[in-house]
């Protein structure tokens, strides 16, 4: 049998940039089930494991910002730095920053408060000491007191997560009852890595403030 998990995300700001935008980070309206995946892993994870992510409860009112910033517009080649490291020297690493720099705007989300519904299946490379008992003890122990392999973050590494897991009833929703409804549009489901990195793409409703990911899942996902 699977074992199911109730894990709450909440930050100050996320990102969940859409691909589509090329140049300005424009970030979707809710988690994606592959950033919601990623969190979890960050608590516990096994080759002989697999997480899948059932459900997003929306517990705070959607709402964004916008930054604008100075960026470094390119970035080192590989092959500049290859030849650094083949000679054992720095000497043509520099960027210029003041000759190439660029301002960007971001969309960002505030104030974001979620509970991932997820439980995991077993791979093929589960041996005979793994079992569904002891990962689930395993990912709760290490959630309870706060273990992470590396800081959790919402979309990207400057916003972390405040992650705690959900042993009792769920949290009430703070979304107003007018806006629990919603359809996002196309959303990035998540990547396809044993298939040549493809991205998946649904397109997810919420009701009442919850989105049911599994009843949206493309076909042929995997997670």
Not at 26 to 43: K, L
Not at 81 to 103: F, H, P, S, W, Y
Not at 144 to 150: A, E, K, N, P
Request: net charge neutral.
């Amino acid at each position: 049998m699977s074992y199911g998990i109730k894990l709450r995300v909440e930050g100050a700001r996320a990102a969940f940039n859409r691909p589509e935008m090329k140049v300005e980070r424009v970030s979707y309206d809710v988690i994606t089930p592959s950033a919601a995946r990623g969190i979890i892993e960050t608590i516990h994870w096994k080759p002989a494991i697999r997480w899948v992510i059932d459900k997003i409860h929306v517990l705070k009112p959607i709402q964004f910002d916008s930054i604008r910033r100075n960026e470094v517009g390119s970035n080192i080649s590989d092959r500049t730095a290859g030849t650094a490291m083949k000679n054992g020297t720095i000497e043509g690493l520099r960027l210029l920053v003041d000759d190439d720099r660029q301002q960007r705007s971001a969309i960002f989300l505030r104030d974001v408060d979620y509970v991932i519904e997820a439980h995991f299946e077993l791979t093929k490379r589960a041996g005979s000491e793994d079992s569904d008992a002891k990962h689930a003890e395993m990912f709760t122990r290490r959630a309870r007191t706060g273990q992470c392999f590396q800081q959790p973050c919402l979309g990207t590494r400057e916003f972390p997560a405040t992650v705690s897991l959900v042993e009792g009833d769920l949290p009430p929703t703070e979304v107003p009852a007018a806006d629990r409804d919603k359809d996002f549009g196309w959303m990035l489901y998540d990547i396809d890595f044993a298939k040549g990195n493809t991205p998946l793409f649904y397109r997810p409703q919420m009701i009442g403030g919850v989105i049911d990911v599994g009843k949206y899942r493309p076909a042929g996902a995997r997670t």
